[in-house]
């Protein structure tokens, strides 16, 4: 026999004895709970929302206001302008210039509304020059005497000339061809 069965059979007796919940008093506290809920939820809203949800609630609100700050400084438009010309005054007009020259060949090949698909290698091509461009203003604060990037990051404004110059007549030729196209099906 086990250690467990006989302190089992010698406290049977006490086990046995059957204890009764006293049903008024358990009542009476449900009663009390209905009655608190009724004056909560007459006293205005009643929400009740678990300690997960509460801090995921808190980790929300404190991302929206790292959001709302992050965009309250304004993305800037060309962040290259900021720091190319911030680290090589002489060079801010010549960077006008040709962020000015880029806005206009973009807007002139109508750049947004354009299928993506069917200029894809220039659209890859575009995407490519300015990722390294990204990566080369990274490097300017290391770099601040270094010609040679001054000069890779002037060289960039003309690539990206030369390319939507190049979009602009694919753009062309895309045209000329659908309008010979509806042209011979009239």
């Known amino acids: 026999m086990s250690f467990f069965e006989k302190n089992i059979r010698d ?4 086990l046995d004895q ?19 809920e009724d004056s909560k939820s007459q006293n205005g809203w009643n929400i009740s929302i678990g ?13 929206l206001i790292v959001a709302v700050l992050v965009f309250r400084q304004g993305p800037s438009s060309s962040p290259d302008q900021v720091d190319l010309a911030s680290y090589y005054p002489e060079l801010a007009a010549q960077q006008d210039e040709y962020v000015q020259l880029i806005r206009q060949k973009e807007a002139e090949v109508n750049i947004g509304k354009l299928d993506k698909a069917s200029f894809s290698d220039i659209f ?10 990204q990566e080369t203003l990274q490097d300017v604060p290391k770099y601040i005497d270094n010609e040679q990037l001054v000069r890779t990051l002037i060289r960039y404004y003309e690539q990206k000339i030369k390319i939507l110059e190049r979009l ?15 042209e011979r099906s009239l």
């Open 168 to 182: 602009s007549k694919e753009v062309e030729k895309q045209q000329y061809h659908e309008e010979k196209n509806h």
């Open 124 to 133: 890859k091509e575009l995407e490519m020059l300015d990722d390294i461009h």
């Open 11 to 14: 406290n049977r007796s006490e």
């Open 51 to 63: 300690k997960y949800w509460q801090w995921s609630i808190a980790a929300s609100v404190c991302l």
């Open 18 to 36: 059957i204890e009764m919940p006293d049903t008024k008093r358990i009542w009476q506290g449900i009663q009390q709970e209905i009655q608190d």
